[in-house]
């Protein structure tokens, strides 16, 4: 079965830092894209960033430029997102998703999502 | 930044009838979009992508359209597991955005 489980979420200070971790299962880990989508409490979804399967390609929402660093360890089937200088407006459940590639193409969409993980940046 | 706008923002209807939602980009997208049903406390899924292909295991009462600027979503008779928020979102350009959602409600 086809599984993403995110982890590391909980309740930050804003200025701090988080590290979200998602564990990839059921699938070939090193031939998909991943991403971060999140979603604030009461509200839509917002794409976060996103890294090629081979860590050729990575692409941040502006939001989080600068701050957010994803990177993947293919040998351990794990996505991360490192988390610094954290906001209140950070506060959202992480989701990670998996994008299909094939042979030259990415299509950048979210084909399997996991449960999420809670982030709250509050004082 | 291509911004995609969702109406109506609510749908009210009984089960058995028909659905359509439309989700209006800023500038084109081409084909380059999908649509995902979020429901209460769960992922959202992925339903269709590139505006009319049915995801994997998604039921054929599910359909897409579209291209360009104007996309519709259509859910030929809502089953009583169809009433859920729908989002949509383009890949055509950085950043990947979403659209605000319809929320498909029972009457």
């Known amino acids: 079965e086809v599984q993403l489980v995110e982890s590391g979420g909980g309740l930050v200070k804003p200025g701090g830092s988080l590290r979200l971790s998602c564990a990839a299962s059921g699938f070939t880990f090193s031939s998909y894209s991943m991403n971060w989508v999140r979603q604030a409490p009461g509200k839509g979804l917002e794409w976060v960033s996103s890294i090629s399967s081979s860590s050729s390609y990575i692409y941040y929402a502006d939001s989080v430029k600068g701050r957010f660093t994803i990177s993947r360890d293919n040998a351990k089937n794990s996505l991360y997102l490192q988390m610094n200088s954290l906001r209140a407006e950070d506060t959202a459940v992480y989701y990670c998703?998996?994008?299909?590639?094939?042979?030259?193409?990415?299509?950048?969409?979210?084909?399997?999502w996991g449960r999420g993980t809670l982030v709250t940046v509050s004082s | 930044e291509i911004l995609l706008t969702q109406s109506p923002a609510t749908l009210s209807l009984s089960p058995g009838e028909s659905a359509t939602l439309s989700c209006r980009a800023s500038?084109?997208?081409?084909?380059?979009l999908a649509w995902y049903q979020q429901k209460p406390g769960q992922a959202p899924r992925l339903l269709i992508y590139?505006?009319?292909n049915r995801a994997t295991g998604i039921p054929a009462r599910f359909s897409g359209s579209g291209s360009g600027t104007d996309f519709t979503l259509t859910i030929s008779s809502l089953e009583p597991e169809d009433f859920a928020v729908y989002y949509c979102q383009q890949r055509r350009n950085w950043p990947l955005t979403f659209g605000g959602g319809t929320k498909v409600e029972i009457k």
């Open positions: 500038q084109s997208v081409d084909s380059y």
């Open positions: 590139d505006a009319s």
């Open positions: 998703a998996l994008t299909t590639e094939g042979s030259g193409w990415i299509r950048w969409c979210f084909d399997l």
